[in-house]
T-cell receptor, first 115, second 119 residues
Framework: EPEVTQTPSHQVTQMGQEVILRCVPISNHLYFYWYRQILGQKVEFLVSFYNNEISEKSEIFDDQFSVERPDGSNFTLKIRSTKLEDSAMYFC?????????????FGNGTRLTVT | AQTVTQSQPEMSVQEAETVTLSCTYDTSESNYYLFWYKQPPSRQMILVIRQEAYKQQNATENRFSVNFQKAAKSFSLKISDSQLGDTAMYFCAFLEIMNYGGATNKLIFGTGTLLAVQP
């Protein structure tokens, strides 16, 4: 069964550095998402992306964050200047177009540690 | 704004027994979807079961079933014949359906219930 793939599985960075988290959604999916889970807390929506633009974003997704689909397969989340509170598990997800009942397919996540 | 509440931070069940995880939600909408996701120690998010609000019949998936009480805004998950592999964090989630028939883009998650299945 096709899967959403995220790399790296664990990223350690210093405060103030830029990080790029990478995701390869399922090939025939057209809606893409990033969610965040701070350790021990609930999963929070960050942003959704469709047709090469952001369709919805949360208040967490401020100017430090950006998303991009640089080619036909990758979907990236960039944090320009990381803060300690950005330490979290970041999940990428995707779903098919037009199938609102279809579940989000999540990747295995990238654990970001900011020191 | 929609909210999802899971009032049981942790639960424990003996192998082969049945356990019920609670979830309540708050919304003014009449049409929406509800989901239960499982997050094992590997941290992957796995869909367990889903329910459309307009369907009165409770969804079932093998050993997993839900008790959907729309008026009470309750959506509990029952796991029958619990197995060691069921040990995981379980998240209840809500997805709103817009008037034009589409859905909002974001799932609203509860805080999760950590289920431990004991041998």
């Amino acid at each position: 069964e096709p899967e959403v793939t995220q790399t790296p599985s664990h990223q350690v960075t210093q405060m103030g550095q830029e990080v790029i988290l990478r995701c390869v959604p399922i090939s025939n999916h057209l809606y893409f998402y990033w969610y965040r889970q701070i350790l021990g807390q609930k999963v929070e929506f960050l942003v959704s992306f469709y047709n090469n633009e952001i369709s919805e974003k949360s208040e967490i997704f401020d100017d430090q964050f950006s998303v991009e689909r640089p080619d036909g397969s990758n979907f990236t989340l960039k944090i320009r200047s990381t803060k300690l509170e950005d330490s979290a598990m970041y999940f990428c997800a995707s779903r098919r177009e037009g199938d609102y009942n279809s579940p989000l397919h999540f990747g295995n996540g990238t654990r970001l540690t900011v020191t | 704004a929609q909210t999802v509440t899971q009032s049981q931070p942790e639960m424990s069940v003996q192998e082969a027994e049945t356990v019920t995880l609670s979830c309540t939600y708050d919304t003014s909408e009449s049409n929406y979807y509800l989901f239960w996701y499982k997050q094992p120690p590997s941290r992957q998010m796995i869909l367990v079961i889903r329910q459309e609000a307009y369907k009165q019949q409770n969804a079932t998936e093998n050993r997993f079933s839900v008790n959907f009480q729309k008026a009470a805004k309750s959506f509990s998950l029952k796991i029958s014949d619990s197995q060691l592999g069921d040990t995981a964090m379980y998240f209840c989630a809500f997805l709103e359906i817009m008037n034009y028939g589409g859905a909002t883009n974001k799932l609203i998650f509860g805080t999760g219930t950590l289920l431990a299945v004991q041998p």
